[in-house]
C-alpha cells in the first residue's frame, strides 16, 4: 500500500506541472557533451603477492540536454556512458526528470535518495575514496558509509523544494533490474539470491549558513524485500560537514542489516564510519580522511573489520584540469593484511 502511494503521489505531481501548459519554447531539447577522464598511477606496499606498481584509469561521457516549458518547468535527460567497466556495464545512468516549483521527479536509471543525498567528509583526489573501491589501488577494505541499496536501478524519485534549507525525497524501485529495454523491472523474481526487490528510501538533507560557517547534515533510510530469502534489508546513514574560513570539517555514519549489499553479506549486521578535515587556498586543496568498519553475520561471527586512512593534495592547473597525490595506508583486521599505497592522479573535465 506504502509503495503504491509513493507512485501516485510522484505521478499526481508530474502530472499537475504539465497540466498548466506543456509546449516547450524551442520545441526540442538541446543537447550537451562532457564527461571526464582520470588517469592515476600507483606504487603499492601489500602483504599479499602483488606488483608494486600499477597504473589505472576511470573515463565517462555525458550527454544530457533539457528545454523549458512555457509554463517555466525544465524537463531534461541524462545519459552517463562508462569508457572503461571491466563488466561489460557501459551505461552508467540513464534517466529523465522534470524540475518546477513543485520540486523534481526523476524516472530512470539514477541513484536513489538514500545516495544523492548522502553527506560525507571532503577528499582532494578525485576518484580515490571512501566510498568507491572502482579506483582503490589495494584492494584490501570497502569502507561505504552511504546507503546505495538501488545502485543505478530504474526507480521513481521525488524531490521536494528546499524550505529555509531543508530537502526531502523518496525514492522507489520495483526490482534490482537496469540497463535492459522495456519492463525489466516487471518480473518479481521470488527467491532470486541475487536481488533486492521493492526497495523504498527516505532522506532530507538541510543546509544553512550562519555568518561565516557553512552547515550541511543529511538523514537517509532505507527498506527492501529480500526476494524471498531470509533477511531483509534495512539501513541508515547520518552525515554532517562544517565548513569554516578554509577548513571544512566532516563525517558520515552506516547502520546496515540485512541482505547482501556491497562491503555486507546475506545476514550481515554492519556498521561503517569515516570522518575528515579538508584546508582549501587558492588552486590547492589537502585532506585528510579516516575510516572504519565493522559486520558481523548471522552466526555473529565477525567476518569484516578494518580500517583506512587518506592523505591527499591536489592543484587545480586551469579549469578542467586538476593534479594530485596521496598516500592510502589499509588495514584489513579480519584476515590479517595491511598496505600503503602512494597514488598519482590527473583528472580531466570536460
Not at 524551442?26 to 562532457?34: D, E, P, Q, R
Not at 545519459?79 to 534517466?95: C, K, Q, W
Not at 561505504?144 to 521536494?160: A, I, Q, W
Not at 521470488?190 to 543546509?207: C, H, S
Request: hydrophobic content about 35%.
Amino acid at each position: 500500500m506504502m509503495k503504491k502511494t509513493l507512485l501516485g503521489t510522484a505521478a499526481a505531481v508530474a502530472c499537475l506541472g504539465f497540466a498548466t501548459g506543456a509546449q516547450a519554447e524551442g520545441g526540442k531539447i538541446n543537447l550537451s557533451l562532457g564527461g571526464y577522464y582520470n588517469g592515476l598511477i600507483a606504487f603499492t606496499d601489500l602483504d599479499a603477492d602483488d606488483r608494486s606498481y600499477k597504473f589505472g584509469s576511470d573515463s565517462e561521457i555525458h550527454v544530457g540536454g533539457k528545454m523549458t516549458l512555457d509554463n517555466g518547468m525544465i524537463v531534461g535527460f541524462k545519459a552517463e556512458l562508462e569508457l572503461e567497466d571491466n563488466s561489460g556495464d557501459d551505461v552508467d545512468e540513464v534517466f529523465m526528470y522534470l524540475k518546477g516549483g513543485f520540486g523534481k521527479v526523476v524516472f530512470g536509471q539514477q541513484d536513489g535518495v538514500g545516495d544523492t543525498f548522502a553527506v560525507n567528509s571532503t577528499h582532494a583526489l578525485k576518484r580515490t575514496m571512501n566510498n568507491d573501491t572502482k579506483n582503490d589501488a589495494l584492494g584490501l577494505v570497502s569502507i561505504t558509509t552511504v546507503n546505495e541499496t538501488s545502485f543505478d536501478f530504474t526507480k521513481l524519485t521525488y524531490m521536494t523544494p528546499a524550505f529555509s534549507g531543508l530537502k526531502l525525497g523518496v525514492s522507489f524501485t520495483p526490482e534490482g533490474e537496469r540497463n535492459g529495454r522495456g519492463f525489466t523491472n516487471a518480473d518479481e523474481n521470488p527467491g532470486d539470491a541475487t536481488e533486492l526487490d521493492e526497495i523504498v528510501e527516505f532522506g532530507g538533507v538541510y543546509k544553512r549558513k550562519i555568518d561565516d560557517v557553512d552547515f550541511t547534515m543529511s538523514a537517509t533510510y532505507v527498506v527492501a524485500n529480500d526476494d524471498g530469502l531470509a533477511y531483509d534489508n534495512q539501513e541508515w546513514n547520518v552525515g554532517a560537514k562544517i565548513a569554516v574560513n578554509n577548513f571544512t570539517f566532516g563525517g558520515s555514519y552506516r547502520d546496515s542489516e540485512g541482505f547482501a549489499t556491497r562491503a555486507t553479506a546475506a545476514g550481515m549486521e554492519y556498521q561503517a564510519w569515516e570522518g575528515g578535515v579538508s584546508y582549501e587556498t587558492g588552486p590547492w586543496l589537502v585532506s585528510v580522511q579516516y575510516a572504519n568498519h565493522e559486520g558481523d553475520d548471522a552466526l555473529g561471527v565477525t567476518v569484516v573489520d578494518g580500517s583506512q586512512t587518506f592523505v591527499q593534495a591536489r592543484y587545480q592547473v586551469v579549469k578542467g584540469m586538476q593534479v594530485g597525490a596521496g598516500v592510502q595506508f589499509a588495514d584489513d583486521e579480519a584476515n590479517d593484511l595491511d598496505g600503503t599505497a602512494f597514488v598519482i592522479e590527473t583528472h580531466l573535465t570536460f
